[in-house]
T-cell receptor, first 111, second 114 residues
Framework: GQSLEQPSEVTAVEGAIVQINCTYQ??????LSWYQQHDGGAPTFLSY????GLEETGRFSSFLSRSDSYGYLLLQELQMKDSASYFC????????????FGGGTRLMVKP | NAGVTQTPKFRVLKTGQSMTLLCAQDMNHEYMYWYRQDPGMGLRLIHYSVGEGTTAKGEVPDGYNVSRLKKQNFLLGLESAAPSQTSVYFC?????????????FGQGTRLTVV
């Protein structure tokens, strides 16, 4: 099977930069995605890394290194509204494209 | 733009009762999924479907059944509800781009089994 490990909680101050890591064990996948979920809401798609390297989308960037089985989400210029849970996800073709999520990282942004 | 719609949004069941959760998507996606999310936890895949008429088991399928008779609908059934099935249930759909990892979620169904 596949497993994705994330830290359970991260705290940072407004305006700072925070990195949320995701390490995985899976045999082959197309890419790594990230989702955001606010309390009481549904997960929403943030970014996708199909290739190794950095992808930037505004204040958010995501990185993938297949050789290290590792990825991260980087949030810059943190705002209070960024307080949410963040999940990494993969969809391995060898597992019937079963979209699988990590346990999630709860980000708390403080003033 | 409806996207993914789940009904009902809230439900309270007594132990042993049955119910069906409905998920409908209007994006013509082939893949659909049902997840459960317990407080402070991640999303655990219950069942999924890669096309009309097909279903497959996910990580936690016991106690649930599904059907995909029409491409746009994915039904999740609980035949005999148990308190351990108290959770928030999310339906999602995805398309082949981005390795099927860009999924669109419904707003969730909060189910309490007493």
């Amino acid at each position: 099977g596949q497993s994705l490990e994330q830290p359970s909680e991260v705290t940072a101050v407004e305006g700072a930069i925070v990195q949320i890591n995701c390490t995985y064990q899976t045999s082959g996948f197309y890419g790594l995605s990230w989702y955001q979920q606010h309390d009481g809401g549904a997960p929403t798609f943030l970014s996708y890394n199909g290739l190794d390297g950095l992808e930037e989308t505004g204040r958010f960037s995501s990185f993938l290194s297949r050789s290290d089985s590792y990825g991260y989400l980087l949030l810059q210029e943190l705002q209070m509204k960024d307080s949410a849970s963040y999940f990494c996800a993969v969809s391995p073709p060898g597992a019937g494209n079963m979209l699988t999520f990590g346990g999630g990282t709860r980000l708390m942004v403080k003033p | 733009n409806a996207g993914v719609t789940q009904t009902p949004k809230f439900r309270v069941l007594k132990t042993g009762q049955s119910m069906t959760l409905l998920c409908a998507q209007d994006m013509n996606h082939e893949y659909m999924y049902w997840y459960r999310q317990d407080p402070g936890m991640g999303l655990r895949l219950i069942h999924y479907s890669v096309g009309e008429g097909t279903t497959a088991k996910g990580e936690v399928p016991d106690g649930y059944n599904v059907s995909r008779l029409k491409k746009q609908n994915f039904l999740l059934g609980l035949e005999s509800a148990a308190p351990s099935q108290t959770s928030v249930y999310f339906c999602a759909s995805s398309y082949p781009g981005r390795g099927h990892t860009e999924a669109f979620f419904g707003q969730g169904t909060r189910l309490t089994v007493v």
